[in-house]
C-alpha cells in the first residue's frame, strides 16, 4: 500500500513540475540525455587527464600542424591522381585542424560551441562536405566531384573558423559584395 501512495506521489509531482515548467515557472533541468552522458564523460575524461597550459599549447600546435600537413600531403596525392588517398587524408587534416582547439578550450566546450546557432549550419555544411568528399572519392570515384567538394570543404570550413572571429563574417560578405558589384 505505501509503494502505491509513493508512485501516486511522484507521479503527482513530475505531473506538477512539469505543468510549471509549461507555464515558465520552473527552469527546466540544464542537462538531460546524451548531453548529461556527454558533459559526464568529459569531465570524468578531463579530471583524469589534466594538461599544464604549456602542454595545451604543444597539444594544439601538433594537432594543428598535423592537420594542415595531412590536408597538404592530400594535395599533393591529388597532382598524382590518387583520388582515395587525396580523400581521406584531406578530409582528415581538416578534422584534425579543428579538433585542435580541443586542446585549449576542452572538447565539451568545442562541442558545444560547433553547434551554438551562430555556426551550427557552418558547421552541419562542413561535416556534409567532409562526408561527401570521401563519398565521391572511395564510392563514386570521381575525380571532378571530389576536387569540387575538397573545395567546398576548404570554403565551408573557413566560413566556420570566421564564425569565432567577431563580425569577421559581415566583413567578408560586405567585402565579396562589393566585389561583385565591381566586375558588374
Known amino acids: 500500500m505505501d509503494s502505491i501512495k509513493e508512485a501516486l506521489n511522484s507521479t503527482g509531482r513530475s505531473v506538477k513540475s512539469g505543468w ?21 564523460d568529459q569531465e570524468d575524461f578531463c579530471q583524469a587527464i589534466s594538461l599544464t597550459r604549456t602542454q595545451r599549447f604543444y597539444g594544439f600546435v601538433i594537432c594543428f600542424v598535423s592537420g594542415v ?17 587525396f580523400a581521406v587524408c584531406y578530409s582528415i587534416g581538416t578534422i584534425l585542424s579543428l579538433c585542435s582547439s580541443m586542446f585549449l578550450f576542452g572538447p565539451w566546450y568545442q562541442f558545444k560551441n560547433m553547434f551554438k546557432p551562430t555556426r551550427l549550419i557552418a558547421t552541419i555544411v562542413m ?16 575525380i571532378l566531384l571530389c576536387a569540387l567538394f575538397a573545395v567546398c570543404q576548404f570554403l565551408a570550413c573557413g566560413w566556420y573558423c570566421l564564425s569565432y572571429i567577431p563580425f569577421a563574417r559581415a566583413l567578408v560578405q560586405k567585402c565579396a559584395g562589393s566585389c561583385i558589384d565591381c566586375e558588374a
Do not use: C, N, Q, Y
Not at 21 to 35: K, N, S, T, V
Not at 77 to 83: H, N, Q
Open 20 to 40: 510549471a515548467r509549461l507555464r515558465g515557472e520552473e527552469p527546466e533541468p540544464e542537462d538531460e540525455g546524451l548531453i548529461a552522458s556527454l558533459k559526464a
Open 69 to 85: 600537413g595531412l590536408s597538404i600531403l592530400g594535395i599533393i596525392l591529388l597532382t598524382v591522381i590518387a583520388i582515395v588517398p
Open 127 to 142: 561535416i556534409i562536405f567532409i562526408a561527401l568528399t570521401l563519398v565521391a572519392a572511395i564510392v563514386w570515384h570521381s
